[in-house]
């Protein structure tokens, strides 16, 4: 059991920036998929952007250029930082643990845990 350990997020105008972080302390394996998952109100969670234990990187279409994920694999850190942010940004976004890699690291199904998520606000 692994818990995931989110912090950021909060409230910010269109066309201003976040920075998300998520933390799983102890993650003792060499292999893993981690990602941001976004959900709205009234509507499905959804991949966001992912980072592999090989470095491969997948972002969605809709955040593609405002979004950039990255790691501290050292401290088994993941960090989001949100450029550029529009109204239909926010909502709850969360953080996913697969403790290895994915053909389709957006998939919330394959994820193994989860945190418990953290406020986006993107006011217009």
């Known amino acids: 059991q692994f818990n995931l350990v989110e912090s950021g997020g909060g409230s910010v105008e269109s066309g201003g920036s976040l920075r998300l972080t998520c933390a799983v302390p102890g993650y003792p394996y060499d292999t893993y998929s981690m990602a941001w998952f976004r959900q709205a109100e009234d509507k499905e969670r959804e991949g966001v952007a992912s980072i592999e234990s090989d470095g491969t990187i997948t972002y969605a279409d809709s955040v593609k250029g405002r979004f950039t994920i990255s790691e501290d694999s050292a401290k088994n850190i993941m960090f989001l930082q949100l450029n550029a942010l529009k109204p239909e940004d926010t909502g709850m976004y969360y953080c996913?643990?697969?403790?290895?890699?994915?053909?389709?690291?957006?998939?919330?199904?394959?994820?193994?845990?989860w945190g418990t998520g953290i406020p986006v606000t993107v006011l217009s």
């Open positions: 996913g643990l697969a403790v290895s890699p994915l053909r389709d690291p957006l998939k919330a199904d394959y994820m193994d845990y």
